[in-house]
């Protein structure tokens, strides 16, 4: 079983930063994807940034300069740096690991999921 536990999460005002992290308790190399998503109240999950296996990072066109994904492999953690931010901004955000999973004759991509940290910012 795979588990992700992110920290970072604050109360800060617009115009700051803030970097969350994510444990992950296996190797990342083993993923087939990470990246974060968030959820706003009343609103769908979205994805913030993505670092796919192989590909290039992807972010939401609401975060792109403002917003960097980055893995330290050795920590087996993954960052999202948050500058810039605005009250928009504010939202659980989840730390998102995708990867393959083989019974005889069945492969499957399985998403493991973080329990989420709050990140509010207010205005």
């Known amino acids: 079983q795979v588990q992700l536990v992110e920290s970072g999460g604050g109360l800060v005002q617009a115009g700051g930063s803030l970097r969350l992290t994510c444990a992950a308790s296996?190797?990342?190399?083993?993923?087939?994807?990470m990246g974060w998503y968030r959820q706003a109240p009343g609103k769908q999950r979205e994805l913030v940034a993505s670092?796919?296996?192989?590909?290039?990072?992807k972010y939401a066109d609401s975060v792109k300069g403002r917003f960097t994904i980055s893995r330290d492999i050795a920590k087996n953690t993954v960052y999202l740096q948050m500058n810039s931010l605005k009250p928009e901004d504010t939202a659980v955000y989840y730390c998102n690991a995708k990867a393959t999973t083989q019974t005889p004759g069945v492969t499957w991509e399985s998403d493991y999921w973080g329990q989420g940290t709050q990140v509010t910012v207010s205005s």
């Open positions: 296996r190797s990342i190399f083993s993923f087939n994807a």
């Open positions: 670092m796919p296996k192989g590909s290039s990072t």
